[in-house]
T-cell receptor, first 112, second 114 residues
């Protein structure tokens, strides 16, 4: 069975600081990996995804993530965060059955 | 272009009452998912359908929960009888089945059972 682990539950940063959120997954086969963002009171929106090719994926709003197969990781990064990045971030893994499983989420608070 | 549409957006009901949540997936999508989000358990996959057929309902908490998809453009999630611990945000999502296709979420149904 597939599973996702997000190590950081709460992260507090000042504006312009760099961000890295950890994500590790467990699955025995080929995976597709996603990062979703949920702004306060809103639904989930896709930030970026990886399913093949270049393991460094660039998404919207300056976010990127790197798939490291040997480490079963898909960490999310942003070089300089803004107050508007305050949200909850979810890593998700999709296996062969199309089933999408989410991690527990990381709450990011960016202080102006 | 309309996204995934859920109704009701908010519902407050008394314990023991039946609750029905509704979802209209994006036109042309053939996979539909129901998720539940709570502070304690995060985002849990309850059930998903491919081509209107339930594929995996292992996340459905218990017999009080049931989901149907009578056609490609409509799905329901029913709780009968409802309990306070069912209070959560229920999200419906849809996609075109296939590797790496983006799954699009509705705005959620906020359920409070008192």
């Amino acid at each position: 069975a597939q599973s996702v682990s997000q190590h950081n539950h709460h992260v507090i940063l000042s504006e312009a600081a760099s961000l890295e959120l950890g994500c590790n997954y467990s699955y025995g086969g080929t995976v597709n990996l996603f990062w979703y963002v949920q702004y306060p009171g809103q639904h989930l929106q896709l930030l970026l995804k990886y399913f093949s090719g270049d393991p460094l994926v660039k998404g919207i709003k300056g976010f990127e993530a790197e798939f490291i197969k040997s480490k079963f990781s898909f960490n999310l990064r942003k070089p300089s965060v803004q107050w508007s990045d305050t949200a909850e971030y979810f890593c998700a893994v999709q296996g062969a059955t199309n089933k999408l499983i989410f991690g527990t989420g990381t709450l990011l608070a960016v202080q102006p | 272009d309309a996204g995934v549409i859920q109704s009701p957006r908010h519902e407050v009901t008394e314990m023991g009452q039946e609750v029905t949540l509704r979802c209209k997936p994006i036109s042309g999508h053939n996979s539909l998912f129901w998720y539940r989000q709570t502070m304690m358990r995060g985002l849990e996959l309850l059930i998903y359908f491919n081509n209107n057929v339930p594929i995996d309902d292992s996340g459905m908490p218990e017999d009080r929960f049931s989901a149907k998809m009578p056609n490609a453009s409509f799905s329901t999630l029913k709780i009968q009888p409802s309990e306070p611990r069912d209070s959560a945000v229920y999200f419906c999502a849809s996609t075109i089945a296939g590797a790496g296709n983006t799954i699009y979420f509705g705005e959620g149904s906020w359920l409070t059972v008192v």
